[in-house]
């Protein structure tokens, strides 16, 4: 009776060996279900970066509000009959030893010139 539990027992550890460790166990089910998860949630988050990109894309195609947008704060340009004011940060006017004016600043662009016509 002992030698049959013995087997039994046995062959029982021999059963849950394949199910535990085997190629496909628990444990490495485990781990590829962990690394679907990161890859499903990097997905994500380029699919929210690529609908931001395209509604943008599409923004620029179709309106001028994004153009002008990206043509003042990138390029730093200005309307016609629009006037340029800058204002400094008390701590940075603090700082600088000499005034800054725009166009000592470097970034900002020329003032048009009006023509001596009108």
């Known amino acids: 009776m002992r030698l049959i539990a013995l087997a039994l027992a046995t062959l029982l550890l021999m059963i849950q060996y394949p199910l535990w460790l085997g190629k496909g166990g ?17 997905n994500e988050g380029l ?4 609908s931001k990109l395209e509604s943008e894309v599409e923004d620029l195609k179709t309106g001028t509000g994004a153009v002008e947008e990206r043509a003042r704060f990138e390029l730093g340009m200005i309307k ?8 400094l940060d008390a ?12 166009q000592a600043a470097g970034n900002v662009p020329k003032p048009i010139k009006e023509n001596a016509a009108r």
Request: aromatic residues 8%; proline residues 5%.
């Open 91 to 102: 701590g940075t006017a603090s700082q600088a030893s000499a005034p800054v004016t725009p």
């Open 47 to 50: 699919k929210d970066r690529n």
């Open 26 to 42: 628990w444990l490495r089910v485990w781990e590829l279900d962990k690394q679907v998860s990161q890859v499903q949630s990097h």
């Open 80 to 87: 016609k009959d629009e006037i340029f004011v800058q204002i």
